[in-house]
């Protein structure tokens, strides 16, 4: 396998044909089905069904897709890096490129990915962001596939090919109509939600019943938007990390109730033995610095 491959098998799997391939590359179409033929002799087996009107991927080449676009951005992101080094920069300079990958938990990334961004592009303007919001399952699973860089997760549970750096906790709490006997409350223990008609996330429902036993909410969701729409329509409370109030207007005219006993963790999360970029080690010492302003602003608790 070489490179040449990689690049034509990912060009056919994008334009789903190999003419279609050959007219993006400026090469012959017998001289891709070639290279395409040799590659599949390499890893032992099609990777394309063929057919008049086109190409598609099999189960194998649908694994193979995503290990070529993790190769392709690992030789971008190499050749940058000894680039920049050999002209001098180290790393720490403003003129460092690349492209840095990164999802957070949908809470943390609604409060720290605006400022993080704006501050980051400022010092380092040649460096490209591709930010997104996603449960730690999700981005856990992408984090090992190599399609993003770093991660911002929850409570990840025993992960030997992943780093984690504890960064800050965010308080819990409860959100209720104004005139609910629950409002009155100054707090409400994490046991007592088990009797509650709770509106929760996938995610924080797992965080929770591994603390504190099986829980039964009433309406299982993802998405803050539509957990302040039940709430203001009575069916139940929200449970979400208490941050939000201060980050998503949504929750304007509820009350969010603490939550004692129970809290989640935010650690960041990094890949073990890959060589990591200069843009993604710049942005990493970024990230970390953020949190810290957002602990010592009141927006998250110590790690």
Known sequence: MDLRQVRYFLTVAEK????????????????????MRLLE????????????????????????????????????????????????????????????????????????????????RQRFPQVRLELTESPTDDALHRLTAGTIELAIVSNPGNQEHIHFTPLARQEIAVFCLPGSKLAARPSVHARELRKLPIIISLGLRHSLETEHGVMQPVIQIDGNEGAAQLTRADLGFAVLPRSVVRTSSIWQGLVAVPVRGFSVARMLAVAKGRPVSLAAKVFRSAVEEQMALCVGEGLFLPP
């Open 16 to 35: 789903g044909s190999i003419s279609a391939a050959a007219a993006v590359l400026h090469v012959a179409q017998s001289a891709i089905s070639r290279q």
């Open 41 to 120: 002799e390499d890893l032992g087996g099609p990777l394309f069904h063929r057919s008049i009107a086109g190409v598609q991927l099999t189960d194998s080449g649908l694994m193979f897709l995503e290990r070529a676009r993790f190769i392709l951005r690992e030789v971008e992101s190499t050749t940058l890096d000894v680039s920049n080094f050999n002209r001098g920069m180290r790393g720490f300079h403003r003129d460092v490129r690349g492209t840095v990958r990164m999802s957070s938990a949908p809470t943390v990334g609604q409060a720290i990915h605006g400022r993080l961004a704006l501050d980051f």
